[in-house]
């Protein structure tokens, strides 16, 4: 059982390419693709177990030991810190945390900026930056609803494409960070399976270098 790797992969597209990344370096599991309900697959042969969390949660499992090993997004680190070790950058899910809002936006000089946000620990740092006092709306979703009812100024949020702020009236004011998929690590599981683990991250970064190139 605990010479398993247990890998926590975030459902959805990028835990899909992510694990075909890891299939195509040796720790294929081809149960996981069946399709179905079911969350937690493992491969005997090569002695790896995957678990299907919520994105924001990968890094929870990973902190706390119930994964060796997850894919989390850098907004993610960011946001919540969490006591893991970040191993190497896949180089998928590349977006940025930008601040937006309605075109034409002339920022409030008299009172305090409303900002709207899921990531409030991000914002709050980059505005405390600036000396720049502000008021945390926290949300859990369709961010971009806030400044057009107008119960924000400003949003921040992750903006992929971009589509979801043309398609709102919104621009981008600022690019706060870039973010990507990270791949990290429980700090003990390191310690434990290193040999394991280190060979994992070395197939891993010589794929994902010949894949940049
Ligand atoms: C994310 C993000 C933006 C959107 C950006 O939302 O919060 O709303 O994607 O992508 P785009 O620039 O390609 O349009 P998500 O789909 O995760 O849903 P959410 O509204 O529940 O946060």
């Not at 190497?88 to 008299?110: H, I, N, Q, S, Y």
């Not at 043309?166 to 429980?186: H, K, M, Q, W, Y």
Request: hydrophobic residues 40%; contains cysteine; neutral net charge.
């Amino acid at each position: 059982m605990n010479d398993y790797l247990n890998i926590a992969l975030p459902k959805g597209r990028l835990g899909e390419k992510v694990y075909s990344l890891f299939e195509s370096i040796g720790y294929g599991c081809p149960e996981l693709l069946d399709g179905g309900r079911k969350l937690i697959f493992e491969n005997a042969e090569n002695k790896v177990r995957y678990f299907w969390a919520k994105p924001s949660d990968v890094a929870i499992y990973v902190e706390r030991g119930a994964a060796d090993i997850g894919v989390v997004g850098k907004d993610i680190l960011l946001e919540y810190s969490p006591d893991v070790y970040e191993l190497c950058d896949l180089g998928f899910g590349k977006c940025k945390m930008a601040v937006a809002g309605k075109k034409g936006l002339r920022l409030p000089t008299d009172r305090t900026l409303r900002v709207a946000t899921k990531f409030s620990h991000i914002a709050w740092d980059y505005y405390s930056k600036q000396s720049r006092d502000i008021e945390i709306i926290k949300l859990n979703g369709s961010i971009e609803i806030a400044p057009l009812l107008d119960l924000s100024d400003v949003i921040v949020d992750i903006v992929e494409t971009g589509a979801t702020l043309r398609e709102n009236g919104l621009v981008p004011f600022e690019t706060i960070c870039d973010i990507s998929a990270r791949l990290v690590a429980n700090k003990a599981a390191y310690k434990f399976k290193s040999e394991s683990i280190d060979r994992l991250l070395k197939y891993t970064t010589e794929f994902v270098s010949e894949n940049t190139k």
